[in-house]
């Protein structure tokens, strides 16, 4: 991986990077320190750091690794460097490692204004619109949406901790026919006192009647449609009931994603799209000789780039779901001036994605190469006891309860908890999101209740509580604080350890983590890092003991340490929109 510029003040490590380039460099005239820089790459286990000498293409590897190894004296920063076949391997000075490194997280942890280990400023001045979860009012809030919820609350953490300006936007289907087909069975099925207690659930029950209804009775259709129309033309006295009903479904949903750690700047939805932008990319498009009239509906042909014929128009006049992402993204454009926005949208919608991000395209609009789709695979199987998941709210609480269950199993343990419920449902969550985030967006996955609420293995409790664990040292050492300031703390005991060594070399990685998830925009590297810290941290717990470590200096050095990696696994844990618990 090549990084363009090292950011000592910010990752530690990158100050070790450059320590070896400017070493290799100095032996291998005329090479410069920054093109070995970015061949600097982490080692495999056991190595900190490791280069490639074919890369520079400067003769035979032997003879350059000869070069480099009679010029090299260990010092603060390097340690050692053994030649292997094509590689040259570098250990770092493992007191100086530490120490910068757990001076780094406690600083940028505490004494900076707000918490920023890990995060770097590469977006500055940039903005980016990230569009994610977007159910539909009425109908349900299938896994689809949880997933696009999770891995958009994630981006939205991760732009921020890259130093982007983030607008996040949570674009309900609150507009189309549908509408018109629950104002038709509202009617007949609706009920305000139901409506008042939970809107979501009371729309989608009438829903589900008045499709039956549709089903058996054409005239119930054509009724819906319009109704539709007379939305569309703006009949207040048709909009007047579709108000209350988004007001509603609008403040249940704000709870629920509450409740997830998730929140957004803005609720647009269809229905806010004008119609200006609506009709310019129709003319625009029959001026490319693009669209097709069939039977007065109004058809995009996009075979030439392999993307179908799609509607644009309907027969009526009205719109649909295509031409209002069209006119929505023109007019997100206007108002935000974005350099970037992202779509977290399922990838069964990819042919949608990519037939309007081609027609703004065709429309010559400078910033559609800006635009992303961020796409993910299917989840099975998640389904709850009583049944098939139809709302968010039964996700939730599910999840909770399952947990509660979990926790109940364990008699004393569960005595102690003084919130059960709470953190029942918080390591409920953090389940769920972990299942989801653990593997690559794209791929399918089948969810699984039992590894969900499991505390053993990669799951989301095993992550709680290695948090948990880790704050409660703390708590359970008043006697050796306060702590002495970093440069004070006598580190001479974790420079020894191997346990305490790839620890603290983890903790080094996050900035990296956080980078590298930018690049890729999946959250799956940082769950992974979570879990080979907190392995890391698991089998150093018996060596490196905090209580009953007489002598003081070591305890409180080991005490640091843990402290530090509580900030990161916390800091991680955050970034991946888990709250993470002090104690269960
Ligand atoms: N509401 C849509 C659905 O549930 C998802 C919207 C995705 N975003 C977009 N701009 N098309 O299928």
Same mark, same amino acid.
């Given at each position: &991986? ?48 490791? /280069? ?31 030649? =292997? ?36 400023? +590469? ?11 977007? *159910? ?13 919820? /999770? ?12 130093? !982007? ?52 009775? *054409?005239?119930?259709?054509? @009724? ?6 007379? &939305? @569309? ?11 209350? !009903? ?15 750690? /998730? ?28 669209? @097709? ?18 509607? +644009? ?39 949608? +994605? ?12 400078? !910033? ?76 399918? $996955?089948?969810?699984? !209740?039992?590894? &969900? ?11 709680? $509580? ?16 306060? +702590?002495?300031? *970093? ?9 020894? #350890? ?24 999946? *959250? ?9 810290? #907190? ?26 340490? $843990?402290?530090?990696?509580? =900030? ?17």
């Amino acid at each position: &991986m090549a990084y363009s510029a090292a950011d000592p003040s910010t990752c530690a490590l990158d100050g070790f990077r450059t320590a070896i380039a400017e070493r290799v460099a100095a032996a291998l005239s005329p090479l410069t320190s920054d093109q070995v820089y970015s061949g600097v790459d982490y080692g495999k286990k056991g190595v900190d750091f490791t /280069i490639a000498l074919p890369r520079f293409k400067m003769g035979k590897p032997d003879d350059l690794a000869a070069k480099v190894l009679a010029q090299f004296k260990p010092d603060d920063y390097v340690e050692s460097v053994t030649h =292997d076949k094509a590689f040259l391997h570098f250990q770092c000075t493992s007191s100086t490692l530490i120490r910068n490194i757990l001076t780094q997280v406690h600083s940028l942890t505490h004494l900076s204004p707000t918490p920023c280990y890990g995060s770097n400023t +590469l977006g500055k001045g940039k903005k980016v619109v990230i569009e994610y979860s977007s *159910p539909n009012i009425a109908k349900s809030f299938h896994v689809g949406h949880l997933r696009s919820t /999770i891995i958009g609350g994630f981006l939205a953490n991760l732009y921020k901790a890259c130093g !982007w300006d983030v607008v996040s936007m949570n674009y309900l289907g609150d507009w189309g026919t549908q509408f018109g087909l629950i104002a038709t069975g509202f009617e007949k099925y609706g009920s305000a006192e139901e409506l008042k207690k939970d809107a979501i659930k009371h729309l989608f029950e009438v829903y589900v009647k008045v499709n039956k209804d549709a089903d058996a009775d *054409p005239e119930v259709k054509a @009724e819906a449609s319009r109704w539709f129309k007379r &939305m @569309e033309d703006g009949d207040e006295s048709a909009l007047k009931n579709w108000r209350i !009903w988004r007001e509603l479904s609008v403040k249940k949903y704000i709870e629920e994603y509450d409740r997830l750690n /998730i929140a957004f700047d803005e609720y647009t939805g269809e229905s806010k799209v004008g119609k200006e932008w609506q009709d310019k990319a129709l003319a625009r498009l029959d001026e490319l000789g693009l669209i @097709e009239d069939v039977d007065g509906a109004k058809i995009v042909n996009l075979e030439q780039w392999k993307m179908g014929r799609a509607v +644009l128009r309907k027969r009526d006049g009205t719109s649909i779901y295509l031409t209002r992402d069209i006119g929505g993204a023109i007019e997100r454009y206007e108002k935000y001036q974005f350099d970037k926005m992202i779509y977290v949208v399922s990838s069964q919608q990819d042919l949608h +994605l990519s037939q309007f991000f081609k027609i703004l395209e065709l429309m010559q609009f400078p !910033w559609a190469a800006s635009l992303q789709h961020v796409n993910y695979g299917l989840v099975q199987g998640m389904s709850t006891r009583k049944g098939t998941v139809v709302f968010l709210d039964q996700i939730i609480k599910e999840a909770g309860q399952v947990m509660h269950e979990q926790m109940q199993k364990n008699e004393e343990k569960y005595k102690a908890v003084e919130d059960p419920e709470n953190v029942s449902l918080e390591i409920g969550i953090t389940g769920v999101k972990i299942q989801d985030m653990a593997a690559k967006r794209i791929n399918n $996955y089948t969810f699984n !209740w039992d590894r &969900m609420k499991s505390f053993e293995g990669d799951t989301g409790p095993y992550l709680q $509580y290695a948090h948990v664990r880790l704050s409660s040292i703390a708590r359970k050492n008043p006697n050796l604080y306060p +702590l002495p300031p *970093p440069s004070q703390i006598d580190i001479a005991s974790l420079a020894t #350890s191997s346990h305490a060594r790839e620890i603290v070399f983890l903790l080094g990685t996050y900035p990296d983590v956080v980078k590298v998830a930018m690049k890729t925009q999946e *959250p799956s590297g940082v769950v992974t890092f979570l879990f080979r810290l #907190s392995h890391a941290i698991s089998s150093a717990w018996e060596v490196l003991v905090v209580k009953g470590e007489e002598d003081i200096q070591k305890a409180r050095a080991r005490l640091w340490m $843990y402290e530090c990696a509580r =900030d990161v696994l916390g800091s991680g844990m955050r970034l991946l929109s888990i709250r993470p618990l002090d104690r269960m």
